[in-house]
């Protein structure tokens, strides 16, 4: 048996149909640029999380930098983000001049720790980038009433978040500014790159739509330094077809992640410490938190020769992130050295992802689980 990482082909040919009358379309009109699918796509995202603007543009990195560009943020400036998460959502402050100041994660949930923020801000302080890492939101409460009583601005980066909720609201809405990215391994993923702002303020809505095209407003009088961030129509035209299945397949991942949460119980591996589950925080109640389930990921010992055991057995799997920010060779200069950050160095050595996509059958689950507790089996 296979069980990859994620399987695309397997989404695919359930809509291929539709995909390829939407391609089609957009080639009999020959709008590429923008027009009205883009427009399409962004009322319907807009709709989806309940805020009022939506911009479409290239990249989940470029909505982070087109967000940041919005709020004047610059050389000599301090954005907050935390080292355990990708790249982008550091690397767009630094592209600006600015500095990106880590701030360590909380244990249970791989997100920024909202406890040791106050401690980060400084008089440059201008932002927080609170990552939603792994489908699941920050803590947002306590995020936005540090920013409130320190000025600062807050964005969402919920690249792999789109669709989860925090207290009834969903991500991307709640900061002043929220990004998701269309990746094609994030829950709603196009045929190549693509990404989104979405944000509350109008005068914010109207800044980051000239600055996706060349800070161009009109045509060929250029107001400042935009760039060319446009989402293309034939990535919208997909993604029009597949928002509607969108919450049908979180559903089917968050019921994959129930069952392997009851099957690695089952197996005692959590009792002997060996495997530590996912944690949705705010599960029960009223304050629900919805989690999406971008990634199933679990602290496991011996990551590493597990690891190797599922490779050995064609169970995909990935590190996701090996390396914390912090650490990186690109952010040397920064100043940050091991042991800075040790709640994100731990999760960085423990971390590994399972295989969660919607089209996973019964058999693939079952498997992962039994080649996981066949690792540790051997063990007192
Ligand atoms: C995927 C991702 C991004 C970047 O999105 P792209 O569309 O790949 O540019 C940013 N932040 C996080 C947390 C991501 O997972």
Redesign the pocket.
Same mark, same amino acid.
């Given at each position: 048996m296979k069980v990859p990482l994620l399987d695309l082909q397997a989404q695919h040919a359930t809509i291929k149909d539709e995909i390829r009358a939407a391609i089609e379309s957009v080639f009999e009109s020959q709008i590429f640029i923008l027009g009205p699918e883009v427009e399409k796509l962004e009322k319907a995202i807009a709709s989806y999380t309940g805020t009022p603007y939506a911009v479409g543009v *290239?990249? $989940? =990195?470029? %909505? &982070?930098l087109v967000a940041l560009l919005a709020l004047d943020i610059g050389p000599g400036e301090e954005v907050i983000t935390t080292p355990f =998460?990708?790249? *982008? *959502?550091a690397s767009v402050i630094s592209r600006l001049g600015a500095r990106p100041v880590f701030v360590d994660i909380d244990p249970s949930t791989f997100n920024i720790d909202p406890a040791l923020i106050d401690k980060a801000v400084t008089p440059r302080t201008k932002a927080i980038i609170a990552?939603? &890492?792994f489908g699941q939101c920050a803590d947002m409460d306590p995020i936005l009433a540090i920013a409130k009583k320190r000025g600062l601005k807050v964005i969402e980066? %919920? %690249?792999? =978040?789109i669709g989860a909720e925090y207290r009834g609201r969903k991500a991307g809405s709640i900061g002043d500014l929220g990004?998701f *990215?269309?990746?094609p391994?994030?829950n709603l993923g196009g045929a190549g790159? $693509? $990404?989104m702002v979405v944000m509350n303020d109008k005068t914010l809505f109207e800044r980051v739509r000239v600055l996706r095209v060349h800070g161009m407003e009109p045509k060929y009088y250029h107001r400042e330094l935009g760039g060319n961030f446009r989402l293309d129509a034939l990535q919208a035209a997909v993604l029009n077809i597949k928002l509607p299945y969108l919450n049908g397949w979180s559903r089917r991942r968050q019921i994959n992640a129930e069952l392997y949460d009851r099957l690695f119980q089952e197996t005692g591996l959590i009792e002997k410490e060996y495997l530590e589950t996912p944690q949705a925080v705010y599960r029960t109640g009223g304050d629900k938190n919805y989690h999406i389930y971008?990634q199933y990921t679990l602290r496991a010992k011996d990551r590493d020769k597990l690891q190797a055991h599922l490779r050995s057995k064609s169970v995909g799997n990935e590190i996701?992130y090996p390396v914390p920010l912090h650490l990186q060779e690109c952010f040397k200069s920064l100043g940050y050295r091991t042991g800075d950050f040790p709640v994100s160095e731990q999760a960085a050595a423990q971390v590994l992802s399972l295989p969660i996509y919607p089209e996973l059958t019964s058999k693939q689950k079952n498997f992962v689980v039994e080649t996981i507790t066949m690792f540790y089996g051997a063990r007192p």
């Open positions: *290239s990249s $989940g =990195t470029d %909505a &982070l =998460t990708f790249f *982008s *959502s990552v939603h &890492l980066d %919920a %690249a792999q =978040t990004i *990215s269309f990746f391994s994030k790159d $693509g $990404g971008n996701y």
